[in-house]
């Protein structure tokens, strides 16, 4: 009976010409499906955009913020989606240090997602200003005074951390691309395709020099966007937590935005990994067991946030006297005004993701995608809750009031969504969505023994074999 | 004209590491590989020294270390804002710049070192390439000085070279 080597990530998977086939075949020309969605992503876009100048020109008292709530749906979507470009680099960076062999197929979706992701960001704190032609006001340079910004503000770190986040995890991305441009570039027939890979490859020819150098520059970035990682979300949570706002002054809210970033983060993967497993016949890419494995990492987080709400808890019992204080923010979210936003954020984030400690359910796609839309829909009502539950029960009683959205909020959040859904779906049919070097990495290399089905042949012993690959006897092919 | 330059193209990774012994043996060492992934049984065939990367990493990550803690120090002397009981130089609100700016600086300085090490995006001189080598192809490319040329040619064939292609050194330097 011959023997096949079989990658134990990818077992369908057998030549890396394959790859190359089936990752650049979704280059290819699209459906009438996906001018459909582009073309609503792009009503979307301008959704958004109407809304914004709307605000712009009749002026921000069109959203629905009003003393004490100055920050609502905007900042709630900022921080939801920094906290979705989380899962991307750890991915592709943490998950790469600690050598998990099933990231390959995953990581460029998930990355770019995170540059997306943070490019809709960024959005947010701009459009969220009552003069948004100043948002350069908290960039690092000194006024006509020669007074620069105050660094000691959470407000100027939180610029130093989301433009170093966004430069270095674009830069991240760009450069795992490289090699695949090249992949792109030599298989393409189509002129503007081919012109643009050519420039986009920079001269890659896939020799060993610039491989040896590209494995250090990979290794080194992905070192660097690790701690950035947990730095960015860490920041944008002491944005909240450096005031003296009762239902914000909190030392555990680093680690818990940090848990919950990579929570939402590593949900919105799943949802969008599922349709484009589908949709482009990646069967064989994204297999159950890769979703098992995310499915375990966002069950992991879960928890923590879980146990950071069970903490929030504890405090206002165990404290006691101070109840009124640290206590209010989530007596108040589970029982005040915005009740209805707690219960939400409840049963996604800590009932929901309990149904993850199945198996079955792990590797059951339709469900995993119901799932995961749970959560990031619970995601988005914990900073809700957070941000205007907090500020709506700020000290005085006779200053509280209730928050409702405007319409420009709603359709700046709806806008948002198809913002970050245009980007990706150009990113799907211009770049290749799985990195074609990487995954050659987990499947068994070419070598002549192999290929002539021929284990008996002296070679078969002594070749080693990579920590991903084994054997099987293969009884189709024999 | 025996001299020149010899690209054998594989495709089984174990003869293009054969291939790659054999002519070392044979005194050829200016040698270059191409490889559809990071291939380390080429890599270590060919014996390349550390990437010097890792300097530019260490070195950028370090300038933004300091330029991090430097820009705030710096303007807060420049521009004295006293309040009571407040330092004026508060270095644990300034570790935060200090650390992104480390990440940033050190990220970029990768990128830098990795374009001039690996010669990216420079104007390409070197005709030896086929486009198989980002599918599923090895290749092997060896510069054989005068009379050298045919040895490089056969051990290419024997260790299992499906194709081999061949320039004398002046159409080598050419385009």
Redesign the interface.
Known sequence: MPTVIRSETHPEIQ???DV?RDVLSILGRPGRAYYLLLALCIAGVGLLAFSFFAQVYLGIGLAGLMNPVMWGVYITTFVFWVGIAHSGTLISAILFLFRARWRQSIYRAAEAMTVFAVMTAGLFPIIHLGRPQLFYWLM?Y?NQR???PN??SPL??DV??IS?YL??SA??FA?GL??DI??A???TTVPWRKRLYTVLA????????????????YL??AA??T??VI?VHS?VSWDFAMSIVPGWHSTIFAPYFVAGAIFSGLAMVITLLIPIRTIFGLEAYFTPRHFDAMSKLVLFTGIIVLYAYLTELFMVWYSGRSYKLEGQYIIAALTGNYWWAGAIMLICNAVVPQLLWSKKIRRNLPALFVITIFINIGMWFERYVIIVASLAREYMPWQWNVYKPGWVEMGILVGSFAWFGMWFLLFLRLLPAVS???L??VLP???????LRQPSAP?DTG?PQGPGQRRVEDEEEG | MDGGRFLGVF?????AVEAIGNLRQAGLTDL????????H???HA?H?PQ?P??VF?LVG?LTGLATGFA??IW??L??PLITGGMPMI?IP??V??A???M??F???A??I???I????????R?LA?H??????SFGVLVAAPEGKGSDARRILEEA?AAEIQAWDEESAHEA
């Open positions: 030549k890396y010409e190359n690092p000194p020669e007074l620069w660094f000691t100027v770190w130093f951390a170093t430069i270095v830069t991240f450069l490289i090699p090249a992949a570039r030599d298989a920079l001269g890659w020819r896939g020799s060993g020099r610039q491989w040896l150098h590209f494995n250090r520059a080194y970035l660097l966007a701690p950035l730095s920041v074609v070097a990487e050659k990495e290399a070419p070598r002549r023994w192999g290929r070679r070749i | 495709h089984e990774v174990d003869t270059e590989t191409y490889s559809p992934l990071p291939q049984d080429l890599e060919l390349r990437s990367v890792r990493t990550a820009l705030p303007t807060g420049d521009w508060p609100a300034y935060v710049p650390f992104e700016l990440i940033l050190g990220a970029l990768t990128v070192g990795l374009f090490n690996a010669r990216l995006g420079a104007p390409d070197e390439y486009p198989s080598f980002s599918a599923g299992g």
